[in-house]
């Protein structure tokens, strides 16, 4: 067994380095060797979950005769069992005689095996995924004239195709400050799992996708039923690409899995520059210009909303839609809506102050905007918090505390 294990092993490595190389998925090996290598090798590379597949049985002794009976040979991933159904070809029948010739070898055992007797003759027995050498043997007799023979199958190597055991319990996509995406995942468990590759795309079509880790990333968690954290930082993202990622965890019996892990523009958040005022003594009832500046590293068409606040009362907001739609607001904190704010003359309040747009202007990265402020009193007195918040399209969100003033009669 341990010399099966070591050419899973083997074949996984392999299956890894043609990844990298990135051909189409799914990738699984063309034809897996058998050892020891015969002339008349009936290879399998696939043994489907469920699915029967037929194979010949020979004439014992001559792997030129395919005749006297065939199989079906059934896997069960869940089960790990075998199932192998026996039907004499016409004209034969099975020899009920001597049942202890009925067998089937799995790596030159015979496994403990359930048999169901009649026409055909039925074996269920465990078969553990990973491949294996199988060998069918059984006698049939000639219904015209008391011939008998055994009927083998050469050198079958199967490999149950199961879907490998991970299970992804998370993932996460950041971008990181400069270029770059960090991905994060986490399994559930890893039962067969050696390790994983990242793949990246432009379009959300997988097998357009190349694996961006240059080595497997393996596991540390292999046949483990407890899951990990993985973390990995993908440093060859270009700023301002839209990527879809998927996870594709390498099976040890060959077979991988892939997980889709959606998309992320990488990105930069935007910044608040400045704001003109910060400190000083602010009558009520006065209108007082507040001059704020924004920016995104990624262009300040990026931003989707910029918000000046003084303290939690007012709050006034430059909004953005995709299309370019401008529209500024004003915040009311006792009915939580906003209202439409024009340029001059047009004035907007909330039942803490008045608040208009004097000015805006782009230039560059940077978004300027003037306001101007009026504070209703006695309610606003005191000292008050100037914030600015921002968030760009992709979502990327910075609050900032500019400074405290005083709001005075
Ligand atoms: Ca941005």
Redesign the pocket.
């Known amino acids: 067994m341990k010399r099966y294990k070591w050419l899973n092993l083997v074949l996984a490595a392999i299956l890894v380095f043609v990844g990298v190389l990135g051909t189409a998925l799914p990738v699984a090996a063309e034809e897996i060797a058998c050892e020891p290598v015969c002339p008349a090798c009936v290879t399998f590379t696939d043994l489907p979950d469920g699915v029967p597949i037929p194979i010949p049985l020979y004439q014992a002794g001559r792997p030129d005769k395919p005749i006297l009976a065939t199989a079906e040979l059934t896997y069960s991933c869940s089960a790990q069992t075998l199932t192998v159904k026996v039907t004499p070809k016409p004209g034969w029948m099975l020899d009920l005689f001597d049942p202890s010739e009925v067998w089937v070898k799995v790596d030159g055992v015979k496994p403990p095996t359930t048999y169901s007797w009649g026409y055909t003759v039925t074996m269920v027995l465990p078969m553990t995924k990973g491949s294996h050498l199988v060998d069918i043997h059984v006698n049939v007799l000639s219904l015209f004239g008391g011939n008998w023979e055994t009927a083998a199958a050469y050198c079958l190597c199967l490999r149950p195709s199961c879907p490998t055991s991970v299970e992804l319990a998370g993932f996460k996509l950041t971008p990181l400050p400069d270029n770059g995406v960090l991905v994060g995942w986490e399994t559930g468990n890893e039962i067969d799992n050696l390790g994983f590759n990242i793949r990246r795309g432009t379009t959300n079509v997988v097998e357009d996708a190349i694996v961006v880790n240059a080595e497997m990333i393996e596991s540390q968690a292999f046949g483990s039923m407890v899951g990990m954290s993985y973390r990995y930082e993908d440093l060859t993202a270009i700023h301002g690409q839209k990527y879809w990622y998927w996870l594709e965890d390498i099976g040890a019996d060959g077979f991988n899995g892939i997980h889709p892990m959606g998309w992320i523009r990488v990105?930069?958040?935007?910044v608040n520059v400045s704001i003109e005022p910060t400190s000083g003594d602010f009558k009520t009832w006065t209108w007082h210009e507040f001059v704020v500046e924004f920016q995104?590293?990624?262009g300040w068409q990026?931003i989707k909303y910029a918000d000046l606040r003084i303290g939690e009362k007012i709050i006034v907001r430059y909004r953005r839609t995709p299309l370019g739609v401008t529209r500024f607001l004003l915040w009311n904190p006792d009915t939580s809506k906003w209202a439409s704010l024009a340029g001059d003359p047009l004035t907007r309040q909330n039942p803490y102050g008045y608040a208009r747009v004097a000015g805006i202007s782009q230039e560059g990265e940077t978004l300027r905007i003037t306001y101007q402020l009026k504070f209703k009193g006695p309610v606003m007195l005191g000292a008050r918090l100037i914030s600015l918040q921002a968030m760009?399209f992709?979502g990327?969100r910075v609050t900032s505390e500019m400074g405290s003033i005083n709001i005075v009669r």
């Open positions: 990105d930069l958040p935007p995104d590293p990624d990026d760009d992709p990327m």
